[in-house]
């Protein structure tokens, strides 16, 4: 098969072919980097279309994750360190969710062939500095402040904060592993560009670690036991953290794609 052919037939009903709504989502995401095609390659549309597609699709898994968050503070107040349970299962649905393209990835390793991953640096420099950066503030920033108030203030919501933070980092250490050492799906300077671009994406997308910086927030609002200066910082902390990693998607997605054959 010629993966660099437009994507067509549009049925899904042949084994590995693109569907109409993930070749429409690819068309739209490539047209928002400044490539507009009416048809694009069968690759990109599997690639691009599935991310898509999967993202408009809500998972009934974040449907009960976000219906625990909205109705926690009357179904879980007696529960002891709630706070640090919804960041554990925001930690769990985030994982599963970095799961949803999968299936498709394995069709498109069979059409372009299985490359080696990029070296680690290369990796790393595709997702960017600041995503890396953010994320190694956000967890040793927590960890500090979860810290100071296990020391000032030891209650069991503290630790549970700890807890959660720890599991939101080993999440996301899991999740931005495997996009480093992804193989290489390509087989032209296009869709090595592609590749490049959706590895910073899939981080953002399936990672965003700077959420896990409110985890240590109410851990330091302990009923103003703590002092102010603790409280600002905490607080001050997880604005910038968010803030940072808001400013690295933007620039990524400002990202333009070179020259090359995207579709027709």
Known sequence: MDVREPALPVDPWLPGEPTVGEVAAARAWLAGRGVRVWLPTRLLSLRLGSREWATRMVSPWFVVGYLLVIFSGTFLREVPGRLGLLFVVLAVLLLVRSREF??????????????TPPGLRDAARQVGEWYLATTAITFAGGAALCAAMIVLDPTFDAFARTAALAVGAGVTVAVVGRILRAPVIAE??????????????????YAPSAVFAFAALPATMAAGRLSGWLELTAVAFAVVMLGAQLTGWLVTRRRKLPPGFYGR
């Open 188 to 205: 032209d300077a296009a869709s090595r560009a592609i590749d490049a671009l959706l590895r910073a994406q899939d981080a953002y997308r």
């Open 102 to 115: 999968r299936r498709r990835e394995d069709v498109a390793e069979r059409w372009a062939g299985t490359g």
